[in-house]
């Protein structure tokens, strides 16, 4: 079994929102993920470009299913290299990905097959660095800061998706596609030198030099969640949740703006106000810290955001759906970042990166690839149905973290 290194503390009295450590994280995470967002507009649109609407789609879903394949190894990886090492390296690989990608639609306007094949490149690589990009905050901050942490990223990743449309949609008027790729290259090398001067606790000896084949390594994080009774359900009920929740979020909104007449302006509002909500949740988190009794508030909280999900699709009225979504927005939040509290503190370092392959696998790997069955039944039996049955998923995976005992008693560490 890899040995347990110890965790990273901040100096004392000093909470995480004011640590220039993680500080400096949070820096290279947000730019990383506006990059992102310009990424996968410029991808989107550049795919459209050359190819039908269907074509495009698959495009820009193909990096999901190596995702699928590869993330559960990535998180061996992230363990055994230590998560820093693993972002710092594939965050290089990835800015050289979308420079060649700059570089090909300038020399040689490719076709689907070179911008699908650079798709799967990207998810191959996101593979391994989203496991640990999800870890390193396990290694840069104490035990009892981890949800100022996610609070933190949180509001990055909220920042990201504000500012990521509008900058690649300049990037693209005035550059075209290739200087939307140029600028992701830019946003994504940004981060490097920030995460050069993060500091983060090491893998031990043991756990970085060890022969155990990869899937011995994935064989002994899985029974460490199977045998923990905080992590075990925690793990598969943000399966369910994400099951549930990614699609409805995504194809099924705009479908929904669509049947109801709100257009393009309403999805906006709609979008707009979840945005808001899982903003003020962050928000609450990074000041706050510590909320009490955290396993039962996570399962409470995630429990009203399904039901809330549920209800969106019955509402003809738009402001009326724009406060539900806040609701959804506020209550998944919340939940979602406590939960990745909760499991950092439960994993032990030497398997967050397990851990959190395992966690995120359905939500960034397998999720996306039923937006075809959501949107084929959707058209066969509207979106109240499909809204509906999403919920009822999500609601279970809440249900199964409520009903269990440990996670109910769990709670996030004091200094």
């Known amino acids: 079994m890899p040995a347990i290194t110890a965790r990273p503390v901040p100096p ?21 993920a506006i990059g992102d967002n310009v990424y996968y507009l410029a991808l989107s649109w550049a795919a459209v470009q050359v190819g039908t609407p269907a074509q495009a789609g698959v495009v820009t879903a193909v ?70 990009a999800g870890a390193l905050p396990a290694r840069i901050t104490g035990p009892d800061q981890l949800a100022r942490v996610q609070g933190i990223r949180g509001l990055a990743t909220r920042l990201a998706l504000v500012l990521g449309g509008p900058v690649g949609g300049l990037a693209i008027t005035v550059g075209g596609t290739a200087g939307a790729f140029g600028l992701c290259a830019v946003l994504i090398g940004v981060s490097l030198p920030l995460l050069r001067a993060v500091r983060a606790a ?41 099951l549930g929740f990614v699609g409805p979020m995504n194809l099924g909104l705009t479908l929904l703006a669509q049947e109801r007449g709100w257009g393009s302006t309403g999805l906006g509002w709609v979008l707009a106000g979840f945005g808001v909500g899982a903003a003020g949740a962050a928000l609450l988190l990074t000041l706050r810290g510590r909320v009490p009794r955290a396993g039962l508030v996570l399962a409470l909280a995630e429990l009203a955001g399904c039901l809330a999900l549920g209800v969106l699709a019955q509402l003809p009225s738009l402001v009326v759906a724009v406060c539900v979504a806040l609701g959804v927005g506020l209550a998944t939040g919340l939940g979602g970042a406590l939960g990745a509290a909760l499991l950092q503190t439960h994993a032990g370092p030497a398997y967050v990166g397990r851990v959190t392959s395992v966690s995120t696998l359905v939500g960034f790997g397998v999720a996306p690839l039923t937006f075809p069955l959501v949107g084929a039944a959707a058209e066969r039996w509207g979106t109240g149905p499909v809204f509906a049955g999403c919920a009822a ?9 409520l009903c269990s005992g440990a996670v109910r008693r769990a709670e996030l560490p004091r200094r």
């Open 12 to 32: 004392a009295g000093l909470p995480a929102h004011r640590d220039p450590n993680v500080l400096r994280w949070a820096g290279a995470y947000t730019s990383s």
């Open 63 to 132: 990096s999901a299913v190596p995702r699928a394949l590869l993330m559960l190894g990535g998180g061996v990886v992230a363990d055994r290299y230590g998560p820093r090492r693993v972002v710092l390296g594939g965050s290089a690989v990835r800015c050289a990905l979308v420079i060649t990608a700059a570089g090909l639609l300038l020399t040689a306007g490719p076709g689907l097959w070179a911008l699908g094949a650079v798709a799967v490149l990207f998810g191959i690589v996101d593979a391994v660095f989203l496991p640990a």
């Open 202 to 242: 090491p893998p031990s000896p043991d756990d970085s030099r060890t022969r155990e084949p990869v899937l011995a390594q994935l064989r002994d994080g899985l029974r460490h969640i199977g045998r923990d009774p905080v992590l075990c359900p925690l793990v598969v009920g943000a399966a369910l949740v994400d």
């Open 393 to 401: 998923l999500c609601a279970t995976g809440a249900l199964i973290a």
